[in-house]
T-cell receptor, first 113, second 114 residues
């Protein structure tokens, strides 16, 4: 079984839509992360949760809203996105925030029209 | 200033040859960790190998080894006996113990030729 899963794998949405990305980890980790990967740019850390508490928000626009209901699940709620938000969104998890190797999911390819 | 530099945007390598992917880093922290990840076209970021700054020996994981030269601040990834399935983007990343965030390089696109 894959350690970190993400759904959907692909998403096309209009600028007025509301959608959510889901991440689930089966590794017993207690830290989870959202990253954005745009073309020709290094990975950008968006949000970090440790023990279901947000510990980092790297100045992400409010149209991105994370939710971590428990240590196994992480959501990214999207609303009124812009075309420049089109990217690959990757979820990762680790045992402890910043002290352990991060393991990634397959990502959600998002296209905003 | 860039903290992680991968100078090779792309590389072509013949199948079964060894390949070295370059990574240099910049940090003043005495304690840090270095990671290599592989990203196939499917998008998943796959962890390959880790080197701690205090590790005495170079890390190895199967066909992957990390050529860690601390004085030169380099952490090159060596893939022995390359295979077609090794074609992917490869990212070097660093975590400084004073800052838990991973700092990523721009990546190297490796293409293995049959």
């Amino acid at each position: 079984e894959t350690g970190v899963t993400q759904t959907p794998r692909h998403l096309v949405m209009g600028m007025t839509n509301k959608k959510s990305l889901k991440c689930e980890q089966h590794l017993g980790h207690n830290a989870m992360y959202w990253y954005k990967q745009s073309a020709k740019k290094p990975l950008e850390l968006m949000f970090v949760y440790s023990l279901e508490e947000r510990v980092e928000n790297n100045s992400v626009p409010s149209r991105f809203s994370p939710e971590c209901p428990n240590s196994s699940h992480l959501f990214l709620h999207l609303h009124t996105l812009q075309p420049e938000d089109s990217a690959l969104y990757l979820c990762a998890s680790s045992h402890l925030t910043g002290e352990e190797t991060q393991y990634f999911g397959p990502g959600t390819r998002l296209l905003v029209l | 200033a860039q903290k992680i530099t991968q100078t090779q945007p792309g590389m072509f390598v013949q199948e079964k040859e060894a390949v070295t992917l370059d990574c240099t880093y910049d940090t003043s922290d005495p304690s840090y960790g270095l990671f290599w990840y592989k990203q196939p076209s499917s998008g998943e970021m796959i962890f390959l190998i880790y080197q701690g700054s205090y590790d005495q020996q170079n890390a190895t994981e199967g066909r992957y080894s990390l050529n860690f030269q601390k004085a030169r601040k380099s952490a090159n990834l060596v893939i022995s006996a390359s295979q077609l399935g090794d074609s992917a983007m490869y990212f070097c990343a660093m975590r400084e113990d004073s800052n838990y965030q991973l700092i990523w390089g721009a990546g190297t696109k490796l293409i293995i030729k049959p």
